[in-house]
């Protein structure tokens, strides 16, 4: 395949090169700034329908109580009662911010470097590249609840595989999901498991953005392999990095389906288990709003972990800017 | 090129054999760990009802039950649901890449006023559970008449702030040079976007597309409350129906034949779109 | 370039067409507007038996009706349990209700509360008043008035393994609290590791009916109360609600229950010797329990001292939508499907249920017409305790008094809390929901 650009504009490998410094800040104002506005007009007129307007809708509904069936008109406002009622006497939902937390930093901690290491061992010289990667990219496109169920039947205290390993080497059954102190680890464990694919797939993209010229350049500079990987790779991924990590801090501070596949047995039980101890913020969310019927503190906990979520996302979006 | 590749690699056999026998075994190890699920959901959906509500079920069943597949095509309207699932998810798989890649280019090329402020505004729509905006969602569509057909099911999935905040990443990546050197050239804004900004995002490009088709074809919450006519039902919500009321666990083995032929899609699409993964490692191994 | 270039021309044509297509009549298959007089009227019924062995035995009833009434037409919609609420939720905000719905008895509160619900007509309250059980009439009834049909009646009884029970030398099934406590040490089997490897009472952690149905049904049975009739004050966490959690606690305790072996699953597979379970999972011991079905044997709910013993029920009703444009078609239709065929036959629903889902009617004529079908022990025994079983209670904030009594439970089980701790915790947060309700 040859390389698309050199059919449109012609550039040789040197001027690429040149152009050293990925980014390059241009401050005076475009004077096509209106193309940019029609460039992202759909999105903003889409998002503006179908997610801000609905999320001030969520906003209002918060001040008031609400049960879903009431019509909307006539809900009673009750000011910031969902407010203080979830943050002060609300054991569920503060049990449920810490346990997010944890599962959000562990889990996108270890995708981060384990994504990474699959990347850049899926991008070194090795055969069958597209089988290794179909492979990698398996857990993401199977359901959530057939991993919700393989994974409780391998990790049963009684008569798992992963039990039948450990006991051979010594180690006595641990009772894994069923245990209010080893769930949750179990849990983040999963979503490693299920989203490190996402990562190799992402990293991979971004490590075909960097042109073999930086490497040679370095290799004429007589880096070696570590130096190379710390000072042009690394460097060159942070625009991907900081998408992952800021993506995947927003995705996993309101997992969800993850928790409700692997604790819940069917459709009847509310998840979270055992005795609270995998309670994350959305799944407390849902019930209070689909089993409760209280859409109004539901949606009381929505502003707050919005709140949360965004104070985190502005501050990752600091320190991985200001580091350049 | 595949000459060279493999001279590549036999070079660095030679002068690196063991950690190219460590690639191999952390290769080799890994998938198998990957391929577990997808073993499981087989082995599953191969099941009698005994074997699978059987704790823990067993590891292969006693005697492959090919059948509960056509219990599956006999039970539901598989073919129309292929046939509407392909068309949603093509449509708004597209409506997603087009949409994305037009306004992550402008953000990462352009200034203009207020730049910051939409762009985080943006990242915010992220931040809310879909479920607790359904209602006022689900309003306004009934209001534009989108309910029960085609435009319901795709056009409020077209737009993704994660595809944008992806493509922007990467086409921020892309040397300013290269722009410049098209607008001397005489090219319109629009075409360095379709002839240059496009082409150079493929890997991102594809990256985005998997990751949406996977969101898409398997979103269920969305179809259920939009669609009424079982004539317009997508794959998920076509399989939904084999699940029996009261005793989940008695029809996981027909769910599975169901997830099986769910998930083909995904793969195959994801390993078609590899050929554009590949591209930059094709250039590196022309110039090595 | 020029290939994609093309193909994207290509797919955005066909978009637009197909929109188009799709676009025009706003609303097409909905039931907006009123069908004008001598026209067909249009029922929409939404239900959760969607999947098809429950679906084509509806479909007939329902085609049978159809052809009675030619000026009627059904649309017949399903979703599955957990997705109904959200169904009906988000139908409601945008004004395309269904006419006639099938739900749960404890959403009934917010339902009536926010006026979603049609009072039934004279007759209709006759026919319930006069056939059913006083336990069917509380359970559809809230504020005083009753809602709907009670269809599908649902109580607990204690299930054994027979073959479990002879092997460990127990003659009868355990009828007290303290027979219950032994049957269940002497059943319960230990690992070397002081593990379980059969727990002789099964618990199941995580569901809220699994946690508080059998924990009502055995404070009942202790003489206890679940909440106070009028106002619905807690009352489980007096003595006889600690004595009951008590018992759980001791069997975890003691080593003969473990909450890790938490699911009615290892009931069927033979993991524990006893449940207290729901008739509905009939289904499954007949396809699957691990001694076979005539090996499952079901009791009475133990007692406490004083005690007598007593069972919860919780039933499905049909209602019909306040805003519907053709109510009393839609209350024909539902008085129709509950009414006997004829003289001493069963209903339309009572045949349904009993053949296609193998649960109990709640209709006392149709437990008479279809004593065939409800013969076997298993049914019998869960029929005969239906005569005076208990309702769940039906308030607003029902179901998340529900989930803190479940979770109190549960830190219960787990050791977090003591039991005096843990039910007087529950208890504070259901003061908290009651005030917020009033």
Same mark, same amino acid.
């Given at each position: 395949?040859?390389?698309?650009?050199?059919?449109v504009?012609?550039?040789?490998?040197?001027q690429l090169?040149?152009?050293?410094?990925?980014?390059?800040?241009?401050?005076r104002i475009?004077?096509?700034i209106?193309?940019?506005?029609?460039?992202?007009?759909?999105?903003?007129?889409f998002l503006?329908?179908f997610?801000?307007v609905?999320?001030f809708f969520?906003?209002?509904?918060?001040?008031?109580?609400w049960?879903?069936?009431?019509?909307?008109?006539?809900?009673? *406002?009750?000011?910031?009662?969902?407010?203080t009622?979830?943050?002060?006497y609300d054991?569920?939902?503060r049990?449920?911010?810490v346990?997010?937390?944890? *599962?959000?930093?562990?889990g996108v901690?270890f995708?981060?470097?384990?994504?990474l290491?699959?990347?850049?061992l899926?991008?070194?010289?090795i055969?069958?590249?597209?089988?290794?990667?179909?492979?990698?990219?398996?857990?993401?496109?199977t359901?959530p609840?057939?991993?919700?169920?393989?994974?409780?039947?391998?990790?049963?205290k009684?008569?798992?595989?992963?039990?039948a390993?450990?006991?051979?080497?010594?180690?006595?059954p641990?009772?894994?999901?069923?245990?209010?102190?080893q769930a949750?680890g179990?849990?983040i464990?999963?979503?490693?498991?299920?989203?490190?694919?996402?990562?190799?797939?992402?990293f991979l993209?971004?490590?075909q953005?960097?042109?073999?010229d930086?490497?040679?350049?370095? =290799?004429?500079?007589?880096?070696n392999?570590r130096q190379?990987?710390?000072?042009?790779t690394l460097p060159?991924?942070?625009?991907v990095m900081?998408?992952l990590?800021v993506t995947?801090?927003?995705? =996993?501070l309101?997992?969800?389906?993850?928790?409700?596949?692997?604790?819940t047995g069917g459709?009847?039980t509310?998840g979270?288990?055992?005795?609270?101890?995998?309670m994350?913020v959305?799944?407390?969310m849902?019930?209070?709003?689909?089993?409760?019927?209280?859409?109004g503190?539901?949606s009381a906990?929505?502003m707050?972990?919005?709140?949360?979520?965004?104070v985190i996302?502005?501050?990752?979006?600091?320190?991985l800017r200001?580091?350049? | 090129?595949?000459?060279?590749?493999g001279?590549?690699?036999?070079r660095?056999?030679?002068?690196?054999?063991f950690?190219?026998?460590?690639?191999?075994?952390?290769?080799?190890s890994v998938?198998?760990?990957?391929?577990l699920?997808?073993?499981w959901?087989?082995?599953?959906?191969?099941m009698?009802?005994?074997?699978i509500?059987r704790?823990?079920?067993?590891?292969?069943?006693a005697?492959? !039950?090919?059948?509960?597949?056509?219990?599956v095509?006999?039970?539901v309207?598989i073919?129309?649901?292929?046939l509407n699932s392909?068309?949603?998810?093509?449509?708004?798989v597209?409506?997603?890449l087009?949409?994305?890649?037009?306004?992550?280019f402008?953000?990462a090329?352009?200034?203009?006023?207020l730049?910051?402020v939409l762009?985080?505004?943006?990242?915010?729509?992220?931040?809310?559970?879909?479920f607790?905006?359904?209602?006022p969602?689900?309003?306004?569509?009934?209001?534009?008449?989108?309910l029960?057909?085609?435009?319901g099911l795709?056009?409020?999935?077209v737009?993704s702030?994660?595809g944008?905040?992806?493509?922007? !990443?990467?086409? !921020?990546?892309?040397?300013?040079?290269?722009?410049?050197?098209?607008?001397?050239?005489?090219?319109?804004?629009?075409?360095?976007?379709w002839?240059?900004i496009?082409?150079?995002?493929?890997?991102?490009?594809?990256t985005?597309?998997?990751f949406?088709?996977v969101?898409?074809?398997n979103?269920f919450?969305w179809?259920?409350?939009?669609?009424?006519?079982s004539a317009?039902? +997508?794959?998920?919500l076509?399989?939904?129906n084999l699940?029996?009321?009261?005793a989940e666990?008695?029809?996981?083995?027909?769910?599975m034949?169901?997830?099986?032929?769910?998930?083909?899609?995904s793969?195959v699409?994801?390993?078609w779109?590899?050929r554009f993964?590949r591209?930059?490692?094709a250039l +590196?191994?022309?110039?090595? | 370039?020029?290939?994609?270039?093309?193909l994207? #021309?290509?797919?955005v044509v066909?978009?637009l067409?197909m929109?188009?297509?799709?676009?025009?009549?706003?609303?097409a298959?909905?039931?907006e507007?009123v069908a004008?007089?001598g026209?067909?009227?249009?029922?929409?019924v939404?239900t959760?038996?969607?999947?098809?062995s429950?679906?084509?035995?509806?479909?007939?009833?329902?085609?049978?009706?159809t052809?009675?009434n030619?000026?009627?037409e $059904?649309?017949?919609?399903?979703?599955?349990?957990d997705?109904?609420l959200?169904?009906?939720?988000?139908?409601?905000?945008?004004? #395309? /209700?269904?006419?006639?719905y099938?739900f749960?008895n404890?959403w009934?509160p917010?339902?009536?509360?926010?006026?979603?619900?049609?009072?039934?007509? &004279?007759?209709?309250l006759a026919?319930?008043?006069a056939?059913?059980?006083?336990?069917?009439?509380?359970?559809v009834?809230?504020?005083?008035? $009753?809602w709907?049909y009670p269809? @599908?009646?649902n109580?607990?009884?204690l299930?054994y393994?027979?073959?479990?029970?002879?092997?460990?030398g127990?003659?009868a099934?355990?009828?007290t609290?303290?027979e219950l406590?032994?049957?269940?040490?002497?059943?319960?089997i230990a690992n070397?590791?002081?593990?379980?490897a059969?727990?002789?009472?099964?618990?199941?952690?995580? %569901?809220d &009916?699994g946690?508080?149905?059998?924990?009502? /049904?055995?404070?009942?049975?202790n003489?206890?109360?679940?909440?106070a009739p009028?106002?619905?004050q807690?009352?489980f966490?007096g003595?006889?609600?600690?004595?009951?959690?008590?018992l759980?606690?001791?069997?975890?305790?003691?080593k003969?229950?473990d909450p890790?072996?938490?699911?009615?699953?290892?009931?069927?597979e033979?993991?524990?010797?006893?449940?207290i379970?729901?008739?509905?999972l009939?289904?499954t011991l007949?396809?699957?329990?691990?001694?076979?079905?005539e090996?499952?044997?079901?009791?009475? $709910?133990?007692t406490?001292?004083g005690?007598? /013993?007593t069972?919860?029920?919780y039933? %499905?009703?049909?209602?019909?939508?306040?805003?519907s444009k053709?109510?009393e078609?839609?209350?024909?239709?539902?008085? %129709?499907?509950? &009414?006997?065929?004829?003289?001493?036959?069963a209903?339309?629903?009572g045949d349904?249920?009993?053949?296609a889902?193998?649960? $109990?009617?709640?209709r006392?004529?149709?437990?008479?017409?279809l004593?065939?079908?409800l013969?076997d022990?298993f049914?019998?025994?869960?029929?005969?305790?239906?005569a005076?079983?208990?309702?769940e209670?039906?308030l607003?904030g029902?179901?998340?008094?529900k989930t803190a009594?479940?979770q109190?439970i549960e830190?219960a %089980?787990y050791?977090q809390?003591?039991v005096?701790?843990?039910?007087n915790?529950?208890a504070?947060?259901? @003061?908290r929901?009651?005030?917020?309700n009033?």
């Open positions: 395949m040859a390389s698309p650009q050199d059919r504009f012609t550039t040789s490998p040197a090169a040149s152009s050293a410094g990925p980014r390059k800040h241009r401050r475009d004077p096509k209106w193309w940019a506005y029609a460039f992202i007009s759909p999105v903003l007129i503006l329908v997610s801000v609905p999320i969520s906003f209002w509904v918060s001040l008031h109580s049960n879903l069936i009431t019509p909307i008109p006539e809900m009673p *406002f009750v000011g910031v009662d969902n407010y009622r979830i943050l002060l054991d569920v939902f049990r449920a911010l346990n997010t937390f944890v *599962f959000a930093f562990w901690t995708n981060l470097v384990l994504g290491a699959g990347a850049l899926l991008n070194s010289r055969r069958w590249r597209p089988l290794w990667s179909t492979f990698f990219f398996l857990p993401i496109v359901a609840l057939a991993l919700g169920m393989m994974w409780t039947a391998l990790l049963n009684n008569f798992g595989l992963v039990n390993l450990l006991g051979s080497i010594g180690i006595p641990q009772p894994f999901l069923s245990s209010p102190e949750l179990c849990i464990f999963m979503a490693i498991y299920q989203y490190v694919g996402y990562y190799v797939v992402v993209a971004g490590l953005g960097i042109p073999q930086y490497y040679d350049a370095a =290799a004429v500079d007589g880096a392999a190379s990987f710390w000072y042009v060159l991924l942070r625009p900081l998408f990590v995947n801090t927003i995705g =996993a309101q997992v969800f389906d993850l928790v409700f596949a692997a604790t459709a009847e509310s979270g288990g055992p005795a609270n101890s995998t994350v959305v799944l407390h849902y019930n209070t709003a689909f089993k409760f019927f209280r859409m503190r539901a906990m929505a707050v972990l919005f709140v949360v979520i965004f996302t502005l501050v990752q979006l600091w320190l200001h580091r350049e | 090129m595949k000459g060279l590749t001279m590549a690699m036999r660095s056999r030679l002068t690196q054999p950690i190219s026998i460590l690639k191999y075994v952390a290769l080799v998938s198998c760990v990957m391929l699920p997808f073993y959901m087989i082995a599953a959906s191969l009698t009802t005994a074997e509500i704790t823990p079920p067993p590891l292969l069943p005697e492959p !039950q090919w059948r509960n597949y056509l219990d095509v006999y039970a309207n073919g129309r649901a292929y392909i068309i949603v998810s093509a449509l708004t597209l409506g997603i087009f949409t994305s890649s037009l306004s992550g402008a953000f090329k352009y200034h203009f006023p730049k910051n762009f985080t505004i943006i990242l915010a729509s992220m931040m809310i559970p879909f607790v905006i359904l209602i969602v689900f309003y306004i569509v009934k209001q534009l008449g989108w029960n057909n085609y435009a795709i056009l409020p999935g737009v702030a994660y944008v905040f992806m493509l922007r !990443q990467f086409i !921020q990546g892309i040397p300013d040079e290269l722009l410049d050197a098209a607008r001397i050239d005489g090219a319109s804004e629009f075409r360095i976007y002839q240059l496009v082409p150079l995002s493929g890997p991102a490009l594809a985005l597309g998997v949406s088709l969101g898409v074809w979103s919450l179809p259920l409350l939009v669609v009424q006519d317009l039902h +997508t794959v998920p076509a399989l939904n699940r029996t009321y009261g666990e008695r029809s996981l083995n027909l769910r034949a169901g997830t099986v032929l769910s998930v083909i899609p793969v699409v994801f390993v779109l590899q993964f591209r930059g490692i +590196t191994g022309l110039k090595g | 370039m020029k290939p994609s270039r093309t994207f #021309i290509l797919v066909f978009a067409t929109l188009n297509a799709c676009l025009p009549a706003p609303g298959g909905l039931q507007g004008p007089a026209e067909k009227v249009k029922l929409t939404l959760h038996w969607g999947e098809e429950l679906l084509k035995p509806m479909r007939a009833k329902l085609d049978e009706y052809s009675l030619p000026h009627v $059904i649309d017949y919609q399903t979703v599955t349990f997705q109904l959200t169904k009906i939720t988000t139908a409601r905000a945008a004004g #395309i /209700s269904p006419d006639v099938h749960y404890l009934m917010d339902f009536v509360e926010g006026g979603m619900l049609d009072e039934p007509p &004279s007759d209709v026919d319930i008043q056939n059913y059980s006083p336990g069917s009439q509380s359970a009834s809230y504020g005083g008035k $009753i709907g269809t @599908e009646l109580t607990y009884q299930l393994n027979k073959k479990m029970l002879q092997e460990a127990i003659e099934p355990p009828a609290f303290a406590k032994d049957a269940a040490c002497k059943l319960a070397p590791d002081g593990t379980l059969r727990s002789g009472f099964v618990l199941m952690p995580g %569901w &009916s946690v508080v149905h059998p924990f009502l /049904s055995l404070l009942w049975s003489g206890g109360e679940y909440l009028e106002t619905y807690p009352l966490n003595p006889q609600g600690q004595a009951t959690l008590q759980y606690v001791d069997l975890i305790g003691e003969c229950a890790s072996i938490g699911a009615f699953g290892n009931f069927v033979g993991k524990g010797a006893m449940l379970m729901a008739n509905w009939r289904a007949k396809d699957a329990f691990v001694d076979g079905y090996n499952v044997g079901v009791a009475p $709910i133990p406490g001292e005690g007598v /013993s069972t919860l029920q039933n %499905w009703l049909y209602g019909v939508d306040s805003g053709n109510k078609e839609a209350w024909k239709l539902v008085q %129709w499907l509950n &009414s006997p065929a004829g003289e001493g036959a209903s339309p629903i349904y249920l009993t053949s889902l193998g649960a $109990i009617p709640s006392i004529s149709d437990q008479q017409a004593a065939d079908r013969s022990e049914m019998t025994a869960y029929v005969r305790s239906a005076n079983a208990r309702a209670p039906v607003r029902g179901q998340e008094i009594l479940q109190g830190a %089980w050791g809390k003591t005096e701790q843990a039910l915790d529950a504070a947060e259901a @003061e929901i009651l005030a917020e009033r």
